[in-house]
């Protein structure tokens, strides 16, 4: 009885409160930092800095010349073929198929997820681009020349958000591994190409990559889809590489419940 009585008084003491609060939720504060916060940051300094001078960094120039260097024939098909293959409608054309799948599904929560993720990520874009108003680069002339604004890079920001919304959506399954290794490969691969045509300058490149791992991120840890089960309609007719989830996609957490009852 004495140990209840003890255990009771502690769980009312704010310091046993905080600390049994931050042990429960470390992993979420953890992403929260390095996943929102620390992109977030990196983001507004290259913003604030573009913003004050166009002409950007010092190592935005070197970093192209390097990279134009290397051209040549064959990698110059190379380069016109992924910055095709890494156009928006592209992956907007990946993210419907995806979409359907999980309508049928009744994954309502990793649906909710994809859809806010993605269009949030296309509003960020073009709002950012229409703010700044940053120009290309014009250090030669290049095969696949762009009209519209540089900054942020919108293949950069496709790349990143259907890089993380795959890795979410199959958090709980081995296939994250896959989707892990050959997004990453994918999200180089396409920054190279935009670097090798001369239409961005890197600064450009790695503020798309930072404002989309914020946000998409963010959008996560609000809606996650990483924290529930699907409710298939028919799982013989669909690949499960989106399984082994906690909960039913088809009904609230209890803390979103609570939410809704308060309010």
């Known amino acids: 009885m004495e140990k209840v009585k003890t255990?009771?008084?502690?769980?009312?003491?704010?310091?046993?409160?905080?600390?049994n609060l931050l042990i429960a939720r470390w992993r979420s504060l953890l992403l929260l930092l390095i996943g929102v916060?620390?992109?977030l940051q990196v983001f507004e300094i290259l913003t604030v800095k573009i913003w004050e001078n166009q002409a950007g960094f010092p190592w935005d120039v070197?970093?192209?010349?390097?990279?134009?260097?290397?051209?040549?024939?064959?990698?110059?098909?190379?380069?016109?073929?992924?910055?095709?293959i890494g156009l928006p409608w592209t992956a907007i054309a990946i993210l419907g198929a995806i979409a359907l799948i999980l309508l049928l599904q009744k994954r309502w929560r990793s649906l909710a997820y994809l859809l806010t993720a993605s269009v949030g990520s296309i509003i960020i874009n073009r709002t950012a681009k229409e703010l700044m108003h940053r120009v290309r680069p014009q250090l030669w002339q290049s095969i696949a020349p762009e009209s519209s604004f540089a900054f942020p890079s919108a293949h950069a920001m496709t790349s990143i958000?259907?890089?993380?919304i795959l890795l979410f959506l199959t958090w709980a399954s081995p296939w994250r591994w896959l989707?892990?290794?050959?997004?990453s490969l994918y999200v180089?691969?396409?920054a190279w190409c935009r670097l090798y045509l001369g239409v961005h300058f890197p600064s450009d490149i790695l503020a798309g990559w930072m404002v989309a791992l914020?946000?998409?991120i963010g959008v996560s840890i609000i809606i996650k889809p990483y924290g529930t089960k699907a409710k298939c309609v028919d799982s013989d007719r669909f690949a499960n590489i989106?399984?082994?989830?906690?909960?039913d996609e088809t009904t609230l957490l209890p803390e979103e419940r609570k939410l809704i009852t308060e309010e």
Do not use: M
Not at 161 to 164: E, G, I, M, N, Q
């Open 37 to 39: 916060y620390l992109p």
């Open 188 to 190: 180089i691969a396409i």
């Open 161 to 164: 958000t259907l890089l993380v």
């Open 179 to 183: 989707v892990l290794i050959f997004g």
């Open 62 to 84: 070197p970093i192209l010349l390097a990279v134009h260097s290397t051209a040549n024939p064959q990698l110059d098909v190379l380069a016109v073929t992924l910055a095709r």
């Open 242 to 247: 989106f399984d082994e989830r906690p909960e």
């Open 7 to 19: 255990a009771y008084k502690e769980s009312q003491s704010p310091v046993s409160f905080l600390k």
């Open 214 to 216: 914020g946000w998409t």
